[in-house]
């Protein structure tokens, strides 16, 4: 396992250098958002044809992780390429100033860091030798499969909604954007709960409840959620009684405007 933790970091590195070189050159540090997810989805599959564990096990996380690493990578390339860069990153570029080129390179090995403890999901079952039962593997399908379908017609959802000129300035309320702020983040949150599901038994199991609840903080508290609600609280009017109504990540039933919610 170890010499497959090491050729893994090593991938992680090489990925966000490549990534950093690819900003330098777009000038859009959004890039690192589809490779991110390329990365895991590669990381998912080596990790799985280089494990010693059960078969299954190593099945369930080479198709599982890099079709949802597959999926994501392509709608976030599409999202980022040749657009404008996200907002996020024009706020670090500002807040760095003349060294931005240095710490955003810092930055992107901070990702890889990040996607490597998030990994902890696929070395887990793909080496242990114990297989799964067939009720986690059928809770473990499942929360997988509702989390793919849930994120990508999230994903789509906006899409469609930003495409339409009518709609700019405002705030998407179409489909799980009605009950959730920030839809996409809970599934992908909900994806990594499918590799708990189906190692919880599995000795050190308990380690995969990692990746969802790290993910969910890293959502809730650090880069995700505040910082892209301070940039939509500034340029949409309508989103500050959006937020007082709708939950911010599980999906949850809109309360009315006059009351606050706390999600």
């Not at 090491?6 to 050159?25: D, E, H, N, P």
């Not at 901070?110 to 030798?129: E, R, W």
């Not at 702020?181 to 499918?194: G, K, Q, T």
Request: a positive charge; aromatic letters at 16%.
């Amino acid at each position: 396992m170890l010499s497959t933790a090491v050729m893994t970091f090593c991938g992680m590195i090489f990925a966000f250098a490549l990534a950093w070189v690819l900003q330098k050159r777009t000038k859009n540090a959004g890039m690192v958002d589809p490779i991110w997810a390329a990365a895991l989805s590669l990381a998912a599959i080596f990790v799985a044809t280089q494990g010693t564990g059960h078969a299954f096990n190593r099945i369930f996380v080479g198709v599982a992780g890099g079709l949802w690493g597959a999926r994501l990578a392509l709608h976030l390339w599409r999202r980022n390429w040749g657009k404008l860069e996200d907002a996020r990153y024009r706020v670090f570029r500002e807040r760095w100033g003349a060294t931005a080129d240095r710490n955003m390179f810092w930055f992107f090995q901070f990702q890889g860091v990040i996607a490597m403890l998030l990994a902890v999901a696929f070395f887990l079952p793909a080496f242990s030798a114990q297989a799964a039962s067939t009720l986690n593997v059928i809770v473990a399908v499942l929360i997988w499969a509702g989390a793919v379908v849930g994120e990508a017609s999230a994903d789509r959802q906006l899409r469609d909604f930003v495409s339409d000129p009518t709609h700019r300035g405002q705030v998407c309320r179409e489909g799980w954007w009605r009950y959730s702020r920030h839809p996409n983040y809970f599934f992908e949150c909900l994806h990594w709960c499918s590799y708990a599901a189906l190692s919880i038994a599995m000795p050190w199991g308990w380690l995969t409840l990692f990746p969802p609840l790290f993910m969910a903080w890293l959502l809730l508290k650090v880069s995700g959620i505040p910082l892209l609600e301070a940039h939509l609280m500034a340029t949409r009017p309508a989103y500050r009684e959006y937020m007082q109504t709708t939950s911010s990540l599980v999906p949850w039933p809109p309360k009315p405007a006059r009351q606050t919610t706390s999600s």
